[in-house]
């Protein structure tokens, strides 16, 4: 599948300001479209991963470069098919506070370690096509008939080829995923996209959680057998590669709001649930995104380093595999990856857009023995200026989809720009006297009257699509 280049303006505004004359430990030395340093620090070697990404890696060589040059890319179509879907409160709430198309491309070669294949670290991406989301695609052909609108009919067509997340958000859902990846292994260099997001007590910190397992009911056991389904799945379809954002909002909640007792009540059992995850799931080697929040969450210069820190004790914990690539961000959010001024909501964080977030946070995590790659949802980004608090995630009046899935993404630290919520499924209901309400679906700035959460919202998918930017 082609991905789109970013405007110039944009790629200039994406490079990260350190690039220096020689790249620093972990960082990029060398790949197609890098210009930057294609040396190492002492004691570092530029070393190849694929044809995009070659990285400074320990070695007894100083100041070398290994990385290969090649000036083709590669480009692809790919098939519409759809997958399932659900929605994620991005809460913004800290304790610091003053508080295109996708596809990617790795040339991937396999080590073999106690039997288990782990592939070697690269942008899971590169030289893949992404497989749209069949579940997805199929709710936008049910909706293209009530568009009123015959040139936004068309549009909004377009979207069904657009990949973006399956999300396995119930242990029910599960079996589906065996269909699906049978499906996209048709397609040469397939990788299909999903969310882990089961956790029991799951949403610790929302007013109304939509979790099905509970810690207090076999909890912790549930969700085990639940990881346990999706990993049988996966292995009976070796010939895909999965890439998984792993429990949105789980770990954010943990750094900034274990005042909340339901928090703090969870927090064992999260780690142990991520723990268990990311080591099952790396037996079948899923390329995993922890999720990081959002810049209005753990962007906070004060919540950076106890991010950082909890995600590599999370990662050494589970044994530090490295199909852990990096961190998800802005996941069903609707920040800017780079804005071009800040939103007047941001007021306070210098880290008011997704790319200065990266930035400060990615020196924090290579210090803490955490990679510091990064994929990005675009997927309602498309307008700014909309929110009155930026912890508002509901709805919101007037987004529009954002920038195109791709792996054109102007910086080293960024992946790919990815779309994992699928925009037209519902965040939240405004109906106050349904039982998953939550009063933020009320504000003043949420579309309403809303569905309950992950619902098909007509108007709302309608209102994305004249509002996309880049257009549709």
């Known amino acids: 599948m082609k991905y789109g280049a970013l405007p110039l303006a944009a790629l200039v505004a994406l490079v990260p300001a350190f690039v220096a004359a020689q790249a620093g430990q972990w960082g990029q030395c060398g790949g197609i479209g890098w210009n930057g340093p294609t040396t190492c620090t002492s004691g570092w070697t530029c070393t190849y991963s694929n044809p995009y990404y070659s990285q400074c890696l320990q070695g007894s060589s100083s100041s070398s470069s290994t990385s290969k040059s090649t000036s083709t890319t590669t480009s692809s179509t790919t098939k519409s098919t759809t997958t399932t879907s659900s929605t994620t409160k991005s809460s913004s709430t800290t304790t610091s506070s003053s508080t295109s198309k996708s596809s990617t491309t790795t040339t991937s070669t396999s080590t073999s370690s106690t039997g288990t294949t782990t592939p070697v670290a690269g942008n899971p991406y590169a030289g893949k096509t992404v497989i749209p989301n069949p579940f997805y695609a199929a709710e936008i052909q049910a909706a293209i008939p009530l568009f009123t609108d015959s040139n936004l009919a068309a549009k909004a067509a377009t979207v069904e080829t657009i990949p973006t997340f399956f999300w396995l958000d119930t242990v029910a859902k599960v079996p589906t995923l065996g269909g699906y990846l049978k499906q996209a292994a048709q ?3 397939a990788v299909f996209q999903i969310v882990v997001y089961d956790l029991p007590n799951r949403d610790c910190h929302a007013k109304a959680s939509n979790g099905e397992f509970q810690i207090s009911d076999n909890g912790v056991a549930n969700y085990e ?9 996966i292995k009976a379809n070796p010939g895909v590669t999965v890439v998984a954002v792993i429990e949105p909002d789980s770990l954010a909640n943990l750094v900034t709001n274990l005042s909340d007792p339901n928090c703090s009540a969870a927090q064992t059992a999260y780690k142990q649930c991520i723990v268990y995850a990311i080591q099952q799931l790396s037996k079948v080697n899923v390329a995993m995104y922890l999720d990081a ?94 929110r009155q608090q930026w912890g508002d995630w509901c709805n919101i009046k007037g987004a529009g989809f954002g920038t195109r899935p791709t792996t054109n993404t102007g910086s080293a630290l960024i992946d790919a720009i990815v779309w994992v919520k699928p925009g037209g499924e519902c965040d939240g209901t405004s109906n106050s006297s349904a039982p998953r309400y939550d009063s933020t679906c009320s504000l003043s700035d949420a579309d309403q009257p809303a569905p309950q959460a992950g619902q098909w919202f007509q108007e709302y998918f309608q209102t994305l699509v004249s509002k996309a930017n880049p257009p549709l």
């Open 293 to 386: 929040g959002h810049a209005g969450w753990l962007g906070w210069p004060a919540n950076l380093q106890p991010a950082a820190t909890l995600f590599s004790q999370i990662l050494q914990t589970a044994g530090s595999p490295n199909t852990v690539r990096g961190l998800a961000t802005n996941v069903a959010n609707y920040n800017a990856l780079s804005a071009v001024t800040p939103d007047p909501c941001t007021q306070g964080d210098p880290n008011y857009d997704e790319i200065h977030y990266i930035n400060a946070l990615a020196p924090m995590l290579t210090s803490s023995g955490f990679p510091a790659h990064f994929i990005v949802d675009q997927g309602r980004s498309g307008q700014q200026n909309l």
């Open 187 to 189: 397609t040469p260099n």
């Open 225 to 233: 057998n639940y990881i346990d389904q999706i990993v049988a799945q």
